[in-house]
């Protein structure tokens, strides 16, 4: 049994059923609504119970997480989603807008709980779930299935195979609130993002938000590179993307940091930079 001991128990339609494979793992929804009463009726319209709810201060928790929750799509063939001891948390808000700080701060003494309960690492495996400064679905989500099944920590519901919604679309800030001391992988944190889907009649461009996003990426990336870098070894990282046809391609160069961070001369230069049209 696992009960979190400062969380309301209220049971909805109950679990799916036993675990069955991999190890324990956190996953983050959103409700894309504003209040619990409305994310209680709507998983008990769709039997689709996640373990935890979150709203400001209030926890309430629905399923024993030693048993598995219903939140994830979990098709015939593949991998196991649910039953792959998934710890699932719905946090009261929308993936394309900012989250309620006091809900924030409940999910992450939340996960402090099931990390220690359940022995899970404060990283994230497929890399930091993609955020949208325009309020839609930014793609280019990294559901790699091997991570899933073979890799404990954390995962948005974006980060997770055989399901298609963007959820939670946190932000650094929101990430930096939840898992304050988490780790990221710089090969995941690059991964290629998927084309953006057309824009409709009148829908501003949303270039420039994208490019806000790459650039959060390769910042993270630098940051991981360097702390993955013997002390006083060159380092150096390219990337490319493209934004509406638009292909950039930089190359920074640096020094590794020193153990006590201080060392001045850690400071990444770009060396080189082109943008042209596709």
């Known amino acids: 049994m696992a009960i979190c001991p400062f969380a309301t128990f209220e049971e909805i339609t109950g679990p799916v059923g036993p675990y069955d494979s991999g190890p324990f793992k956190i996953v983050h929804h ?124 954390h995962y948005g519901h974006s980060q997770v195979p055989e399901n298609t919604h963007w959820d939670p679309g946190y932000t650094a800030a929101e990430l930096a609130i939840v898992t304050p001391d988490a780790v990221f992988d710089p090969h995941q944190e690059l991964a290629a993002p998927s084309p953006a889907a057309p824009r409709a009649r009148g829908e501003r461009d949303a270039a420039p938000d994208r490019v806000e996003t790459v650039v959060e990426r390769v910042l993270a990336a630098i940051a991981a590179l360097g702390a993955a870098t013997p002390v006083g070894a060159p380092a150096s990282i390219t990337v490319r993307a493209v934004v509406d046809g638009v292909e950039v391609e930089v190359t920074l160069r640096g020094e590794s940091p020193s153990s006590s961070g201080s060392n001045p001369r850690h400071r990444p230069r770009r060396t080189a930079r082109r943008a042209r049209k596709r």
């Open 30 to 153: 959103t409700t894309e609504g504003s209040t619990y009463a409305g994310a209680k009726a709507a998983f008990k319209a769709h039997r689709s119970d996640p373990h935890f709810t979150v709203a400001g201060d209030e926890i309430f928790q629905h399923i024993d997480t030693g048993l598995a929750a219903r939140s994830l799509r979990n098709p015939a063939g593949g991998v196991e989603t649910n039953r792959d001891s998934a710890v699932q948390i719905e946090v009261v808000g929308f993936a394309g807008s900012t989250k309620d700080v006091t809900t924030l701060r409940s999910v992450a003494r939340l996960c402090r709980w099931i990390e220690s309960e359940h022995d899970v690492s404060q990283v994230w495996p497929n890399g930091r779930p993609r955020a949208s400064s325009n309020g839609h679905d930014p793609g280019g989500h990294n559901r790699n299935a091997e991570n899933w099944d073979g890799r404990g920590g």
